[in-house]
């Protein structure tokens, strides 16, 4: 267990929906990273927060967002639903800026199924 | 681009060979660089990591090694059993960002 949890684990939905992945990061993690990994593919980074703000932007959709809280869960929203953003979604945690190379731990991922 | 590059995309070895798979990256400012490694609908697992100041590290039968000069880094796992089959994951941190090589899937034939 990483000490990172993700929820829902599993999500089916129709197309043209919208839906919320929600993420808690290890304790005491103050960065949260978003990934999308579509079957048989790596993962591609979609955005990441710092302590509550956006500090990196990667290959995110424009109908999709995030936002980290002041309790430094995040969320990710994914709107207009298409049958291509099923995938599996994983965010990860890692600690403070500038101390360089802190190591990643990822969550057990949400599996979006669009129907 | 910015994805690492990662060879071979797979790897097929005996039970007890060695693997080892290669990741090139772009930035010599990047300064650490994590392997995972993914079983089939589970988590991305780190499983070794190395930083810019040191050329190797190990850790049981996985080892890692860093060529700065050649902005290479690559993955050696010796002794290879069925359960290391899965697939493996470089990656480059540059700045506030990882990026992930294309992946590796290693077959470890008993």
């Known amino acids: 267990d990483s000490g990172v949890t993700q929820t829902p684990k599993h999500l089916i939905t129709a197309t043209g929906q919208r839906v919320t992945l929600r993420c808690s990061p290890r304790?005491?993690?103050?960065?949260v990273y978003w990934y999308q990994q579509s079957l048989d593919q790596g993962l591609q980074f979609l955005i990441q927060?710092?302590?509550?703000?956006?500090?990196a932007k990667g290959n995110i959709l424009e109908r999709f967002s995030a936002q980290q809280f002041p309790d430094l869960h995040s969320e990710l929203n994914l709107s207009s639903l298409e049958l291509g953003d099923s995938a599996l979604y994983f965010c990860?945690?890692?600690?403070?800026?500038?101390?360089?190379?802190?190591?990643?731990?990822f969550g057990p991922g949400t599996r979006l199924t669009v129907l | 681009g910015e994805n690492v590059e990662q060879h071979p995309s797979t790897l097929s070895v005996q039970e007890g060979d060695s693997a080892v798979i290669k990741c090139t990256y772009s930035d010599s400012a990047s300064n650490y660089f994590p392997w995972y490694k993914q079983e089939l609908g589970k988590r991305p697992q780190l499983i070794i990591d190395i930083r810019s100041n040191v050329g190797e590290k190990k850790d049981q039968r996985i080892a890692v090694t860093l060529n700065k000069t050649a902005k290479h880094f690559s993955l050696h796992i010796t002794e290879t059993q069925p359960e290391d089959s899965a697939v493996y994951f470089c990656a480059e941190n540059r700045g506030n960002q990882f990026y992930f090589g294309t992946g590796t899937s290693l077959t470890v034939i008993p």
């Open positions: 304790s005491g993690d103050l960065s």
């Open positions: 927060y710092y302590n509550g703000e956006e500090r």
């Open positions: 990860a945690s890692s600690g403070a800026l500038g101390r360089g190379g802190n190591e990643q731990f």
